[in-house]
C-alpha cells in the first residue's frame, strides 16, 4: 500500500507540476456497464467507475487512471486498480516508433501488480499494430487496432489480440465499439460494445477453455 500511494502521489505531483507550465494534460471519466480488458471482465460483470489523466509534452507522455475492480473473497484493501503509464512517441522518416510502459497496480491483496512493456506504430491514420510484453506474468500480447470516423459524428473502433503465456496457453480476442459525440451535451460520448475471447480462463491456469462473449454499454467525457 505504501508504495501504491508513492506512485499515486508521485505522478500526481508530477501532472500538477506541467499544468502550471504550457503541456497539454487532459482529464477524462467513464461510467460503464462492465469493465471488460482484453475480452475478461474485471468487475465480475458489474459496473465501473473510471476517472484518468494525460499529460503530454512533445512526443512524450504520461497517464494515470483508476477503475473499481472485483477484489474475490477475503481481499485486504480496496477494490480498486490503478494504471500509471510513461510513453514516447519517436517520429523517424515516415515512421513512427510508440514505446512505452505501463504498471497496473492493485490496492488489493488478491491480485498482483503488473508491469507491462509496449512497442506499437501506425503504418496509416486510424490503424495501430502493438506488442505488449508483461514480466511478471510473463505474456506476450500482440493487438491491431483501427479507428473509424463515420457521418454523423460516429466513430468505430475494432481490434484484435492474443493472449500468449511463455507456458503455451493462448486465447484470442476481439472487440467492437460503436460511439457517438454529443457536442450539445459537452461533447459526453456514449458507446455500446461487444467483446469476445476464446478463452476466459486464460489467466487462472485453467486447463479448460471456455470461450465467452460479452455486451457492455457506457458514458464518459473528456476535459
Known sequence: MNKLLTLTAGSLLAICAAQASAETITQNAAFVTDYVWRGLSQTDNSAAL????????GNAYASVWMSNVEDGTGAEGA??????????????????????????NYLHS??????EFRVATTPFKGLE???????????????VNFEKF????????????L??????D????????????????????????????SDDTITL?????????????GIRKNF
Open 79 to 104: 477494490p480498486l486498480e490503478m494504471d500509471v503509464s510513461f510513453g514516447y512517441n519517436n517520429q523517424l522518416d515516415g515512421f513512427n516508433l510508440d514505446m512505452s510502459v505501463t504498471t497496473y
Open 50 to 57: 473510471q476517472a484518468g489523466a494525460n499529460y503530454s509534452n
Open 205 to 217: 491456469n485453467d486447463n479448460q477453455e471456455d470461450a465467452d462473449s460479452l455486451l457492455l454499454v
Open 110 to 115: 488478491n491480485t498482483d501488480d503488473q508491469t
Open 170 to 197: 493462448n486465447a484470442i480476442t476481439l472487440r467492437a465499439e460503436l460511439a457517438r459525440d454529443f457536442p450539445e451535451f459537452h461533447h459526453i460520448d456514449l458507446f455500446a460494445a461487444i467483446t469476445y475471447i
Open 150 to 161: 463515420l457521418p454523423h459524428r460516429l466513430y468505430l473502433d475494432l481490434s484484435a489480440g
Open 129 to 143: 499494430v502493438a506488442l505488449n510484453r508483461e514480466i511478471k506474468s510473463k505474456y506476450w500480447y500482440p493487438e
Open 163 to 168: 493472449w500468449s503465456f511463455d507456458d503455451g
